[in-house]
């Protein structure tokens, strides 16, 4: 677990597993939980239960983050030919 305050002075508090995943994050009366598919994170989750973010990753073993969807607007990460996010 780790606790840090925002600048604005918000306590953030987010919790890891054994393989330093982020499974939660905390701040104020809300919290995110974060559901993962081995080495990949797949969705966040508000404190109802509701998906707020869905990410899609390149298909490779650990692949890179290349969309998340977030409030029905999609944003779309671009690597140059080494591998580097633009």
Avoid: C
């Avoid at 939660?24 to 998906?51: F, I």
């Avoid at 990410?55 to 080494?82: E, K, L, M, W």
């Amino acid at each position: 677990m780790l606790t840090v305050f925002e600048p604005d002075g918000t306590l953030v508090t987010m919790t890891y597993d054994g393989d330093l995943k982020r499974r939660k994050r905390a701040e104020g009366s809300g919290w995110t939980t974060y559901l993962w598919d081995r080495e990949q994170v797949l969705m966040e989750l508000n404190k109802n239960g509701t998906t707020t973010v869905r990410y899609t990753q390149a298909p490779r073993g650990y692949g890179d983050v290349v969309s998340h969807r977030r409030s029905n607007a999609s944003t779309y990460s671009h690597f140059d030919a080494i591998g580097s996010m633009r």
